[in-house]
DNA sequence: TTATTAATTGATCGTCCGATCAAATTTTAA
DNA sequence: TTAAAATTTGATCGGACGATCAATTAATAA
């Protein structure tokens, strides 16, 4: 049935994803290939052609899936907090983890978007996303709404604040700070961010 | 002389490495060859291979050469102030400017660091330098000295609080927020800080 | 001026890439 | 069981790449 052949074709298809994530990975975007896949696979070459419909496209796929991923990640946990601050510092929290806890997802994200490019040949990590990407939208409303309701103070932009705190996670991954913990970041971390929002 | 031939050999090496830094920011690494820079320079694709030993080398020296033009801006204006206070503003503002007014080269730049890799693989974005990285001394600099001389509060870590500061700074190139200006952002951004370090 | 060295050209080589596709295999449906 | 459809293989194609190098031109020194 259709059921079973999706299913088959989707297996297929995130087999790949997950191989295409470990080559990105261990040699970075400009030596990956579709033939280094397809032997990390165990596949051929032209399966992947089957399943997907370029390189293109399969980097496109790999972009959506570490996405997702991340989000799934952070969005449970924040979601189990109920105030704004504790969401904000669930959220900070979760992503510094994720990096920790999924190097290889990390990593091959970075890969992508800093190489892969859209249609008219600007580089994703100069798109301006803001309505698609949820996580950005996320710390926002966080922000946004912790100040609506008093629980934050009212001396700061939220649209500032926002992108000096995914700076301060993204910068993380880049330089891996020797001299204090991961632990030790997060929390640094939350308490500088609580100095300015509160 | 040695003299003359040298300083051909100089000016025709930086060039190229301009003409590189015209087409990373255009078609980014992935897209760039050797010929293509070539025929930016308006020069044959052998004469880049004479005065580099490779596309590697040309990209290294490329890297070093974007490094320190944005680390002789920065420090000018640091330099030129005399609290520790106002060398931190300084430093943000002058990271912020260099971005806006060198927007190539700090295209450039990204491209090279997220796909150049050392001789044993490793990605410069994933290295540990601190000790040849000039701008993140002089941060960490900043702000050890300020809080070793009071002038800064001691309830934050200079380590953290460097990182922060950087990804901040980063983010603001990836994230074009046309909400609010630059200036903006740049008074926000110390405005924070400065909570944070106070 | 002339011999030597430096600088530059452009064609060429081998390599790897993404894409294609006929053939083989497996799965599905009748 | 059998015909049809879906899946998979692996060889092959044209193209772009980095690198090389003999040949040419320009600059320098004697």
Do not use: C
């Not at 932009?157 to 997060?186: F, R």
């Amino acid at each position: 049935m259709e059921d079973k052949q999706s299913f088959i074709t989707e297996a297929r298809r995130e087999q790949i994803i997950k191989a295409a994530i470990e080559v990105l990975k261990e040699i970075g975007y400009v030596n990956t290939s579709l033939a280094k896949i397809a032997r990390k696979a165990n596949i051929s070459t032209g399966l992947i052609s089957y399943h997907f419909s370029g390189k293109e496209d399969l980097m496109n796929n790999t972009l959506i899936y570490l996405i997702e991923q991340e989000w799934l990640f952070v969005n449970k946990r924040v979601a189990q907090q109920s105030t704004w601050t504790e969401k904000l510092i669930a959220f900070i929290e979760a992503n510094l983890a994720y990096q920790v806890l999924n190097l290889a997802n990390s990593i091959a994200l970075i890969e992508i978007v800093f190489n892969a490019r859209t249609s008219d040949q600007i580089p994703y990590y100069l798109l301006e996303d803001d309505e698609e990407d949820l996580k950005a939208s996320l710390l926002k409303e966080i922000l946004f709404k912790g100040q609506e309701t008093n629980e934050f103070g009212g001396d700061f932009n939220p649209e500032v604040v926002s992108t000096i705190i995914q700076g301060a996670i993204s910068e993380t991954m880049l330089s891996p700070q020797n001299k204090h913990s991961h632990e030790e970041y997060s929390l640094e971390l939350t308490k500088g961010v609580l100095k300015i929002v509160k």
